[in-house]
């Protein structure tokens, strides 16, 4: 494990720093020995630990790769994302900068300017040599990945939450979000991801296939090869919650991390980071051998406190941000429903009648076989975007018991 053995730190907020991340060296392992070959689609829920999976291929870089790292969240423009992607590498990387400006007049004419720009101001640079950058963002774009291309090691560049960028752009300009996409696969495929030295690693909390689909754009990504970032199982968890609590040395009942892995459910890192650390100051308010019960207390004060409601709160909001009608007001109805459900959720019948109903409700005749792919697909997202899982076969339950109780307290 790449752990520090002293004492791995909580994370509630920030990703895992790269020497205290568990559980992932055979996942990074297969993910470098893929990213040899091909362009890769990191899927994953937010808050599962995907952005500390990318810290650590940028922390510590294999087979020759120079890795540069990008979060493209609030960007609404393909000028924005090459812009922003200069500017990390000349922060992170000026050596490689001023190796892709042999040949490249307009990052030349930038770097010769450098010393009368102001530190983290690398992008006002880049305008004031094009003050036309937006309109000749394809060209620029070209450019910077043909001088990759002639570095003499591979580039690795992670894009890490694409699927926002895209959203932004298509409220703004539809048509430029195709532009952009259709742009973005040419240059992926040509050349072959096994001879381009420019690697891309996408990443999105955002179901990205389910939103570009929705957009009747799902074939300008499908070349990506899409790997999934493995849930934690539970014997991982139960290691966890024993490790943290031993190396600050308290004393438990040997059922306690077995409790605490029941009742986080389907294990969010997020969550399970903060009722470990919950138990650990339930102890150390009160020093004592901690039992199965202090699961229980623990559980239901993280349900109504500030820092968890605080956190919780986005997997409601964020709904009415990514899904739209009429699957936007049948999510609510949906998880709703399920969190008033007792152990073991309700069956895919009882939520397709329970999807009907809502329509229904809300006045929108569809033709049968439209609520069928509506319910189908907005089953899809809930368990791509990690609020429910198929715990058996056409049975459905929130994927995590956190969020189901939390749910069920304030929006059931």
Avoid at 49 to 55: L, N, R, Y
Avoid at 169 to 188: D, G, I, K, S, V
Avoid at 216 to 230: E, Q, T, Y
Avoid at 277 to 296: A, F, G
């Amino acid at each position: 494990m790449s752990y520090n053995s002293d004492c791995p730190e909580f994370y509630t907020g920030a990703p895992v720093d790269s020497t205290d991340l568990m559980f992932r060296d055979d996942f990074l392992t297969d993910l470098w020995e893929a990213l040899r070959s091909r362009h890769i689609l990191l899927t994953a829920p937010r808050r599962t630990g995907k952005t500390s999976v990318m810290d650590h291929l940028r922390d510590y870089p294999q087979h020759d790769f120079t890795v540069i790292y990008q979060n493209v969240q609030d960007l609404t423009h393909p000028a924005d994302f090459f812009q922003t992607i200069l500017d990390t590498l000349q922060d992170r990387n000026p050596e490689l900068v001023k190796h892709l400006a042999k040949g490249w007049k307009l990052l030349a004419d930038t770097l010769d300017r450098v010393a009368e720009i102001e530190f983290g101001e690398f992008k006002i640079g880049l305008r004031t040599t094009d003050p036309q950058w937006r309109e000749h963002w394809r060209q620029h774009g070209d450019k910077l990945l043909a001088q990759i291309r002639k570095q003499k090691y591979p580039v690795l560049l992670i894009v890490d939450e694409l699927p926002d960028m895209l959203f932004n752009l298509e409220q703004e300009n539809p048509a430029l979000l195709r532009e952009f996409l259709a742009w973005f696969r040419a240059q992926r495929q040509n050349p072959h991801p096994s001879k381009d030295l420019a690697r891309w690693l996408i990443g999105g909390s955002v179901n990205l296939s389910g939103t570009l689909d929705s957009l009747g754009l799902v074939d300008l990504i499908n070349d990506l090869d899409d790997i999934a970032l493995p849930v934690l199982t539970d014997a991982q968890v139960v290691e966890f919650v024993r490790l943290m609590l031993t190396k600050r040395g308290v004393e438990f009942d040997p059922l306690v991390p077995e409790c605490l892995r029941a009742r986080l459910g389907r294990p969010i890192p997020l969550f399970m980071q903060m009722a470990t650390q919950e138990l650990y100051r339930s102890w150390k308010k009160t020093p004592r051998t901690l039992q199965p019960d202090d699961v229980d207390k623990v559980f239901a004060h993280m349900i109504v406190s500030t820092a968890a409601r605080d956190k919780l709160q986005h997997y409601y909001s964020r709904i009415a941000k990514y899904y739209k009608e009429p699957r936007l007001a049948a999510a609510y109805a949906l998880l709703g429903q399920i969190s008033l459900s007792a152990e073991g959720g309700l069956s895919r019948a009882a939520l397709f009648q329970e999807f009907e109903r809502h329509l229904a409700e809300e006045g929108r005749p569809l033709p049968a076989h439209e609520r069928k792919r509506h319910f189908d697909q907005l089953l899809r997202d809930l368990e791509n975007d990690f609020y429910v899982s198929e715990i058996e076969v056409n049975q459905y339950d929130f994927a995590s018991g956190i969020l189901k109780a939390w749910w069920k307290k304030y929006y059931a």
